[in-house]
């Protein structure tokens, strides 16, 4: 199986500072079929599903604001929130997709931002 | 606009089994694969397995294997999973979500809470 370990479980910032979360994939998600990192960045609000950030690594989703971006390559990637909002309280996670039918798709753990 | 719709909470006794609907609108039902991910009180996602728009490709997760069933009604755009030997440890809410070409999940359910309690 693919472990994707997300870094750190829980996170407290400021309001208008920026807020880093890690993800790192015991395998690398890179796709030698189209060279494109298969890595997806989620959040979830209490009581609701979650909602797709990013794709592709860095690639925001329609109608994200451009305080989220994503990075990284391989095995090691990482969420940055430019200036924490109220509204971006929530639990993040990373999810990865490998090709290969036995591995399929894999969050990591959640990571939990709160306000300091 | 894409909507998705679930069926409503279950509650099932231990050994039983649940399914799950999930009735979607707004995007070509087709097209696209239909993801389940369940998430237990308390904890994070856990993917079970994709079904591919022919309605006969599927995949699982390793641990689902033989105990979930996924399968599609093109004509009504609905996917289903359908769970096995339920035991204590299935209790999740259980989402299902249209999968991308770039492997991400981009429209959720609202989810469907599974209780399995004797």
């Known amino acids: 199986d693919i472990v994707m370990t997300q870094s750190p479980d829980s996170l407290a910032v400021s309001l208008g500072e920026r807020a880093t979360i890690g993800c790192r994939s015991s395998?690398?998600?890179?796709?030698?079929?189209?060279?494109?990192?298969?890595l997806a960045w989620y959040q979830q609000k209490p009581g609701q599903p979650p909602k797709l950030l990013i794709y592709?690594?860095?690639t925001r989703e329609s109608g994200v604001p451009d305080r989220f971006a994503g990075s990284g390559s391989g095995t090691d990637f990482t969420l940055t929130i430019s200036s924490l909002q109220a509204e971006d309280v929530a639990v993040y996670y990373c999810?990865?997709?490998?090709?290969?039918?036995?591995?399929?798709?894999?969050f990591g753990q959640g990571t939990k931002l709160e306000i300091k | 606009q894409v909507q998705t719709m679930q069926s409503g909470a279950e509650v099932k006794e231990p050994g039983a089994s649940v399914k799950v609907s999930c009735k979607t609108s707004?995007?070509?039902?087709?097209?696209?694969?239909i993801h389940w991910v369940r998430q237990a009180p308390g904890q994070g996602l856990e993917w079970v397995g994709w079904?591919?728009?022919?309605?006969?490709?599927?995949n699982y997760a390793q641990k689902f294997r033989g105990r979930a069933t996924m399968t599609r009604d093109t004509y009504i755009s609905t996917a289903y999973l359908e769970l096995t030997s339920l035991r204590s440890d299935d209790t999740a809410v259980y989402y299902c979500?249209?999968?991308?070409?770039?492997?991400?999940?981009?429209?959720w359910g609202q989810g469907t809470l599974v209780t399995v309690s004797s």
């Open positions: 592709w690594a860095s």
């Open positions: 979500a249209r999968g991308t070409t770039a492997a991400a999940l981009d429209f």
């Open positions: 999810q990865q997709y490998h090709r290969t039918p036995s591995l399929g798709y894999t």
């Open positions: 395998q690398s998600v890179l796709s030698d079929s189209n060279n494109r990192n298969h």
């Open positions: 707004g995007y070509t039902f087709s097209r696209y694969n």
């Open positions: 079904s591919a728009p022919n309605s006969y490709d599927t």
